[in-house]
């Protein structure tokens, strides 16, 4: 189902990110601080366009947030590392679909451009009381497989991370 929503999006290969209603998300987009020096990078809402970022929802010059859509979008990042991956906060349904992070790299026809597919799904992700979590009474040998669980969320609970040739 989602590849198909990328295939409307995009043409390459899409990173799509899965969340629910009122979560923290973050969009990776990182670049060579170390070989560039910090740069200029925008976010926007679609494909990213020819220059700039259409529907520009965060722009940094440098390591200066210069333009922001909304209080929920912010950099967390270590913005001197390269690291200036989208957080998005209190996440909605509206938040869905295509993003593009493009970093600014000086010369002709070589910023570097990524596309992110975002999911945000109605509900909010039910947790579960740690004291409700089964464990085992005793603890196997180290060379025994065992099943392992994921502390704070129901078991079955899944987070996709996919990337599809859409």
Do not use: M
Not at 69 to 82: E, F, I, K, P, T
């Amino acid at each position: 189902c989602v590849c198909v929503c990328c295939v409307a999006w995009c043409a390459w290969v899409c990173l799509t990110i899965q969340g629910y209603v009122g979560d923290v998300v973050t969009l990776t987009c990182k670049y060579d601080a170390r070989h560039y020096g910090t740069l200029s990078v925008c976010w926007g809402r679609g494909h990213i366009p020819n220059s700039g970022c259409g529907n520009e929802v965060l722009r940094t010059e440098g390591v200066k947030v210069t333009h922001r859509a909304s209080v929920r979008y912010n950099l967390q990042g270590d913005l001197r590392a390269g690291d200036v991956s989208l957080t998005i906060t209190q996440a909605q349904v509206k938040d869905s679909g295509l993003y593009g992070c493009r970093v600014d790299i000086p010369g002709w026809f070589n910023d570097q451009k990524h596309h992110l597919a975002l999911v945000i799904k109605p509900g909010e992700r039910t947790i579960v009381p740690f004291e409700s979590i089964s464990a085992h009474e005793t603890t196997p040998e180290p060379w025994i497989p065992r099943e392992s669980t994921t502390v704070g969320y129901p078991k079955g609970t899944t987070f996709t991370i996919a990337i599809s040739l859409c």
